[in-house]
T-cell receptor
Framework: AQSVTQPDIHITVSEGASLELRCNYSYGATPYLFWYVQSPGQGLQLLLKYFSGDTLVQGIKGFEAEFKRSQSSFNLRKPSVHWSDAAEYFCAVGARGNKLVFGAGTILRVKS | KAGVTQTPRYLIKTRGQQVTLSCSPISGHRSVSWYQQTPGQGLQFLFEYFSETQRNKGNFPGRFSGRQFSNSRSEMNVSTLELGDSALYLC?????????????FGPGTRLTVT
């Protein structure tokens, strides 16, 4: 069965510092991978997706992610974090049809 | 284009009652999926509808049901509410089924069962 692991429940970074959120997946075939962000009381906003091709994908708000098949990872990165990036981030893998299997999420705190 | 809309945004119900939540997908999108989000279980897939047919179903009891109309709008129904059904219910729309398109989420309906 498909699964997604986000090892870090909480991460705190200083404003202007770089960020990396980890995501490991389990899936038999070539995965469709996604990162979503959720602000308090809001729905999920898609940051970026990987379907195939270039393993480094660019998303909105200056985020990027790198797909590494050998490590079953799809880590999210941002070179310089802004206070407005504080939110919860979810990694997801596409399963059968449009079903998404989500990780538990990582809460990002940004300190000034 | 307008985004995914969900109504109502907030709902308070009593144990044993039933509830219906509504989701209007992005114009032109024909697939609607539903998810339950709780602090303990996280985001869990409920079901997906495409062209008025349920295409996929998650591991939830039969009290959870849904349907889709010809205009792609979808409703989900929860009967005999339990305290554990308190959650944020999110719907997501996509142009088609098959997983090759991204899904766009609505703001959710916050259901509280007392």
């Amino acid at each position: 069965a498909q699964s997604v692991t986000q090892p870090d429940i909480h991460i705190t970074v200083s404003e202007g510092a770089s960020l990396e959120l980890r995501c490991n997946y389990s899936y038999g075939a070539t995965p469709y991978l996604f990162w979503y962000v959720q602000s308090p009381g809001q729905g999920l906003q898609l940051l970026l997706k990987y379907f195939s091709g270039d393993t480094l994908v660019q998303g909105i708000k200056g985020f990027e992610a790198e797909f590494k098949r050998s490590q079953s990872s799809f880590n999210l990165r941002k070179p310089s974090v802004h206070w407005s990036d504080a939110a919860e981030y979810f990694c997801a893998v596409g399963a059968r049809g449009n079903k998404l299997v989500f990780g538990a999420g990582t809460i990002l705190r940004v300190k000034s | 284009k307008a985004g995914v809309t969900q109504t109502p945004r907030y709902l308070i119900k009593t144990r044993g009652q039933q509830v219906t939540l509504s989701c209007s997908p992005i114009s032109g999108h024909r697939s609607v999926s539903w998810y339950q989000q709780t602090p303990g279980q996280g985001l869990q897939f409920l079901f997906e509808y495409f062209s008025e047919t349920q295409r996929n179903k998650g591991n939830f009891p039969g009290r959870f049901s849904g349907r889709q109309f010809s205009n792609s709008r979808s409703e989900m129904n929860v009967s005999t509410l339990e305290l554990g059904d308190s959650a944020l219910y999110l719907c997501a729309s996509s142009p088609t089924s098959g997983g090759t398109y991204e899904q766009y989420f609505g703001p959710g309906t916050r259901l509280t069962v007392t």
